[in-house]
């Protein structure tokens, strides 16, 4: 699979999200986890799996109530030594090329150790 051809798919399926959930383990109250994620039907299952042996990361899971298949990372270290590599050398093209920028952005203060503080 080219990895111009995971980019092209990715600027049009992905997304690059956060999921922030009230957590007592947290300082602030807060768990915050950056994520990689593509959803598509159930009849593309072949295709994320195909995706996750390209990166070799992540998990691939299916959703029988919403007939979907959900490809996602979650990982700290794997975004940041895999998936922002790869956007970088393989840039976005469209809206989400912003969209990137910003969540790379985000990474970098969570890994700094920033997002532990309000301010952060």
Same mark, same amino acid.
């Given at each position: 699979?080219?990895?111009?051809?995971?980019?092209?798919?990715?600027d049009a399926e992905s997304s690059f999200?956060?999921?922030?959930? %009230?957590?007592?383990?947290? %300082?602030?109250?807060?768990?915050?986890?950056?994520?990689?994620?593509? *959803?598509?039907?159930?009849?593309?299952?072949?295709l994320l799996e195909e995706i996750k042996?390209?990166?070799?990361?992540?998990?691939? %899971?299916?959703?029988?109530? %919403?007939?979907?298949?959900?490809?996602?990372?979650?990982?700290?270290?794997?975004?940041?030594?895999i998936i922002i590599p790869h956007f970088?050398?393989?840039?976005?093209?469209?809206?989400?090329?912003?969209?990137?920028?910003?969540?790379?952005?985000?990474?970098?203060?969570? *890994?700094?150790? *920033?997002?532990?503080?309000? *301010?952060?």
């Open positions: 699979m080219s990895p111009w051809f995971i980019t092209g798919f990715c999200s956060l999921k922030i959930q %009230k957590s007592l383990k947290y %300082k602030i109250g807060y768990k915050i986890q950056p994520i990689f994620t593509i *959803e598509l039907n159930q009849r593309d299952l072949i042996t390209f990166f070799g990361i992540g998990l691939v %899971k299916v959703n029988n109530i %919403k007939n979907t298949v959900t490809y996602s990372i979650t990982k700290l270290n794997d975004l940041v030594t970088k050398n393989y840039p976005l093209f469209t809206q989400k090329s912003i969209d990137f920028s910003l969540w790379c952005n985000i990474i970098s203060i969570i *890994e700094n150790g *920033e997002h532990l503080t309000k *301010e952060g």
